[in-house]
């Protein structure tokens, strides 16, 4: 397992780098509200179209299942009036949990992309790979590590203040 598994060579595509900058602003609008800098953004695969986008609101929410990602499915569920997103891909600046992990594969998104690793809790190649665990019956394409540096910038100078 770990980043190697998941993370590929080839270049980043502009709609996915585009979509990542927009997960980004998420972020940073989720660390001005005292949340942890988190945002998702969900998107057309085949147009790169922004359906949707979220952050992190358990603060705000008192409500510890209020991930950016979640957020970003239910929006999209209510939107296209569909419950399953294979024609969508989830663009979020940290790895997701196992929460996350699950609802993605329960929603059936056809791609995942995110940017920051997250050794404690990831669940999709850090700590397990639970969006391609083979028993499953459905497996999103996954990408780790786009814009992995600004993703991680912003949780680090996020915590360092709270210390």
């Known amino acids: ?87 969508c891909t989830l663009v979020v600046t940290l790895e997701p949990c196992a929460m996350c992990a699950g609802a993605i594969v329960l929603a059936r998104v056809g791609a995942l992309v995110f940017g920051a690793w997250d050794e404690k809790a990831g669940m999709c190649g850090s700590v397990g790979d639970l969006v391609r665990h083979p028993r499953l019956n459905h497996r999103p394409q996954v990408r780790g590590g786009v814009l992995e540096q600004e993703s991680a910038a912003l949780l680090q100078e996020f915590f360092a203040r709270r210390r």
């Open 1 to 87: 397992m770990g980043a190697a598994t998941v993370t590929s060579q080839v270049p980043v595509p502009p709609v996915l780098q585009a979509a990542m900058h927009e997960a980004l602003q998420e972020a940073r609008a989720a660390a001005a509200a005292n949340e942890v800098p988190v945002g998702a953004v969900l998107m057309e695969t085949a147009t790169g179209r922004i359906l949707c986008r979220a952050q992190n609101r358990m603060r705000r929410d008192a409500d510890a299942t209020s991930h950016a990602e979640l957020l970003a499915l239910r929006n999209a569920v209510r939107e296209l009036g569909d419950r399953a997103l294979a024609d």
